[in-house]
T-cell receptor, first 109, second 114 residues
Framework: EDKVVQSPLSLVVHEGDTVTLNCSYE??????LLWYKQEKKAPTFLFML????IEKKSGRLSSILDKKELFSILNITATQTGDSAVYLC?????????FGQGTRLTINP | NAGVTQTPKFQVLKTGQSMTLQCAQD?????MYWYRQDPGMGLRLIYY???????DKGEVPNGYNVSRLNKREFSLRLESAAPSQTSVYFC?????????????FGSGTRLTVV
């Protein structure tokens, strides 16, 4: 059965800290891994990763995929209170997108 | 969210009542999906439609039916609502031709079954 596991489930840090969120997966017919940020409503797209070892960056956020070890990490540097959200990892198989449980990140001022 | 419209945004049902959640997209995408999100569970796939005229079960299809009415619309029906179906429901769409930008989600329907 396809599964995506995220860790930690919850993380509380101070503004300015750097955080690393983890995502491991077992999905047949892997096509891509996606990261989403969810605040109050629908998830918003952050990154899509398809190739191992190539880092994707957007401002203070970056992510990398290891297809051999079947995991991905999402890094956020110099965190701000606006980064507080649930971060979702999802893996696209042949037909379906399978989500992890999410990591609830809280940034305290 | 731009491109995917869900109605209603909120709904309270009594156990045993039926209702249909509506989803419409104006992005001309082939694939549409219904997810439910419960606290601590992430999003779980209920049903999906890879193209107009086709539907398939996802991870948690029991208690639901779907209709892909046309390319734009994909509805989710609860025939006899149960408290276990209290959840936030998201519709999503993606084009099969280009996965570069990930999925587009609707703003969600918060359903409470009492």
């Amino acid at each position: 059965e396809d599964k995506v596991v995220q860790s930690p489930l919850s993380l509380v840090v101070h503004e300015g800290d750097t955080v690393t969120l983890n995502c491991s997966y077992e999905v047949t017919n892997f096509r891509s891994l996606l990261w989403y940020k969810q605040e109050k409503k629908a998830p918003t797209f952050l990154f899509m990763l398809t190739s191992s070892g190539i880092e994707k960056k957007s401002g203070r956020l970056s992510s990398i995929l290891d297809k051999k070890e079947l995991f991905s990490i999402l890094n956020i540097t110099a965190t701000q209170t606006g980064d507080s959200a649930v971060y979702l990892c999802a893996v696209q198989g042949a037909q379906k997108l399978v989500f992890g449980q999410g990591t609830r990140l809280t940034i305290n001022p | 969210n731009a491109g995917v419209t869900q109605t209603p945004k909120f709904q309270v049902l009594k156990t045993g009542q039926s209702m249909t959640l509506q989803c419409a997209q104006d992005m001309n995408h082939n694939s549409m999906y219904w997810y439910r999100q419960d606290p601590g569970m992430g999003l779980r796939l209920i049903y999906y439609s890879a193209s107009e005229g086709t539907t398939d079960k996802g991870e948690v299809p029991n208690g639901y039916n779907v209709s892909r009415l046309n390319k734009r619309e994909f509805s989710l029906r609860l025939e006899s609502a149960a408290p276990s179906q209290t959840s936030v429901y998201f519709c999503a769409t993606i084009t099969g031709a280009a996965l570069t930008y990930g999925y587009t989600f609707g703003s969600g329907t918060r359903l409470t079954v009492v």
